[in-house]
Nanobody, 121 residues
Framework: QVQLVESGGGLVQPGGSLRLSCKAS????????MGWYRQAPGKQRELVAQ???????KYADSVKGRFTISRDSAKSAVYLQMNSLNPEDTAPYYC???????????????WGQGTQVTVSS
Protein backbone atom coordinates (compact mmCIF):
# COMPACT_ATOMS: atom_id res chain seq x y z
CA GLN A 1 0.00 0.00 0.00
CA VAL A 2 1.27 3.44 -0.95
CA GLN A 3 0.64 6.63 1.00
CA LEU A 4 1.40 10.23 0.13
CA VAL A 5 1.35 12.55 3.11
CA GLU A 6 1.46 16.32 2.68
CA SER A 7 2.40 18.95 5.24
CA GLY A 8 3.17 22.64 5.41
CA GLY A 9 -0.14 24.29 4.54
CA GLY A 10 -1.67 27.06 6.58
CA LEU A 11 -2.80 30.65 6.73
CA VAL A 12 -0.47 33.33 5.37
CA GLN A 13 -0.82 37.01 4.55
CA PRO A 14 -0.60 38.25 0.95
CA GLY A 15 3.02 38.49 -0.08
CA GLY A 16 4.05 35.76 2.35
CA SER A 17 5.63 32.37 1.80
CA LEU A 18 4.91 28.74 2.58
CA ARG A 19 6.76 25.50 1.90
CA LEU A 20 4.78 22.35 1.22
CA SER A 21 6.25 18.89 1.69
CA CYS A 22 5.03 15.50 0.54
CA LYS A 23 6.53 12.13 1.33
CA ALA A 24 5.61 8.85 -0.32
CA SER A 25 5.83 5.64 1.68
CA UNK A 26 4.91 2.00 1.34
CA UNK A 27 5.61 -0.56 -1.34
CA UNK A 28 7.41 1.55 -3.96
CA UNK A 29 9.65 0.25 -6.72
CA UNK A 30 10.14 3.42 -8.74
CA UNK A 31 8.74 6.95 -8.74
CA UNK A 32 8.48 8.77 -12.05
CA UNK A 33 6.93 12.25 -12.08
CA MET A 34 5.89 14.01 -8.90
CA GLY A 35 3.81 17.13 -8.70
CA TRP A 36 1.43 19.47 -6.95
CA TYR A 37 -2.14 20.23 -7.96
CA ARG A 38 -4.73 22.53 -6.47
CA GLN A 39 -8.50 22.86 -6.69
CA ALA A 40 -10.08 26.15 -5.73
CA PRO A 41 -13.82 26.11 -4.87
CA GLY A 42 -15.95 25.86 -8.00
CA LYS A 43 -12.95 25.17 -10.22
CA GLN A 44 -11.32 22.13 -11.75
CA ARG A 45 -8.20 20.63 -10.24
CA GLU A 46 -5.20 22.20 -11.96
CA LEU A 47 -1.52 21.37 -12.22
CA VAL A 48 0.59 23.80 -10.21
CA ALA A 49 4.04 22.31 -10.74
CA GLN A 50 5.59 19.03 -11.82
CA UNK A 51 9.08 17.53 -11.67
CA UNK A 52 10.38 14.46 -13.50
CA UNK A 53 12.71 11.85 -12.08
CA UNK A 54 15.46 13.58 -14.03
CA UNK A 55 14.71 16.97 -12.49
CA UNK A 56 12.89 18.68 -15.36
CA UNK A 57 10.22 21.04 -14.11
CA LYS A 58 6.96 22.46 -15.41
CA TYR A 59 4.83 25.22 -13.89
CA ALA A 60 1.41 26.73 -14.35
CA ASP A 61 1.72 30.20 -15.89
CA SER A 62 0.07 31.73 -12.83
CA VAL A 63 2.88 30.58 -10.50
CA LYS A 64 5.98 30.92 -12.69
CA GLY A 65 8.63 32.98 -10.96
CA ARG A 66 6.92 32.62 -7.57
CA PHE A 67 6.84 28.87 -6.89
CA THR A 68 9.70 26.38 -7.01
CA ILE A 69 9.29 22.61 -7.04
CA SER A 70 12.06 20.27 -5.94
CA ARG A 71 12.42 16.63 -4.95
CA ASP A 72 14.61 14.37 -2.86
CA SER A 73 14.46 11.00 -4.59
CA ALA A 74 16.31 9.26 -1.77
CA LYS A 75 13.49 10.27 0.58
CA SER A 76 10.67 9.80 -1.98
CA ALA A 77 9.74 13.40 -1.25
CA VAL A 78 8.67 16.44 -3.22
CA TYR A 79 8.54 20.04 -2.06
CA LEU A 80 6.87 23.25 -3.20
CA GLN A 81 8.34 26.58 -2.13
CA MET A 82 5.67 29.23 -2.58
CA ASN A 83 6.64 32.92 -2.45
CA SER A 84 4.72 36.13 -3.09
CA LEU A 85 1.47 34.40 -2.32
CA ASN A 86 -1.79 36.11 -3.22
CA PRO A 87 -5.44 35.33 -2.38
CA GLU A 88 -5.89 33.61 -5.76
CA ASP A 89 -3.48 30.93 -4.55
CA THR A 90 -5.96 29.87 -1.86
CA ALA A 91 -6.95 26.23 -2.32
CA PRO A 92 -6.28 22.76 -1.03
CA TYR A 93 -3.00 21.53 -2.55
CA TYR A 94 -2.64 17.87 -3.49
CA CYS A 95 0.56 15.91 -3.94
CA UNK A 96 0.70 13.51 -6.88
CA UNK A 97 3.17 10.77 -7.78
CA UNK A 98 3.29 8.44 -10.78
CA UNK A 99 4.95 5.30 -9.53
CA UNK A 100 5.37 1.56 -9.83
CA UNK A 101 4.90 -0.71 -6.85
CA UNK A 102 6.87 -3.55 -8.47
CA UNK A 103 9.03 -3.85 -11.61
CA UNK A 104 6.17 -5.52 -13.53
CA UNK A 105 3.29 -3.24 -12.54
CA UNK A 106 2.41 -0.25 -14.74
CA UNK A 107 2.82 3.34 -13.66
CA UNK A 108 -0.15 4.52 -11.64
CA UNK A 109 -1.07 7.90 -10.17
CA UNK A 110 -1.32 8.23 -6.42
CA TRP A 111 -2.69 11.23 -4.53
CA GLY A 112 -2.29 12.69 -1.10
CA GLN A 113 -5.21 13.86 1.04
CA GLY A 114 -4.44 17.52 0.49
CA THR A 115 -3.19 20.39 2.60
CA GLN A 116 -5.06 23.70 2.79
CA VAL A 117 -3.33 26.92 1.78
CA THR A 118 -5.18 30.11 2.68
CA VAL A 119 -3.85 33.53 1.70
CA SER A 120 -5.70 36.30 3.49
CA SER A 121 -5.10 39.47 5.44
Amino acid sequence: QVQLVESGGGLVQPGGSLRLSCKASGSIFRINDMGWYRQAPGKQRELVAQITSGGRTKYADSVKGRFTISRDSAKSAVYLQMNSLNPEDTAPYYCNAALQTTWVTPLRNYWGQGTQVTVSS
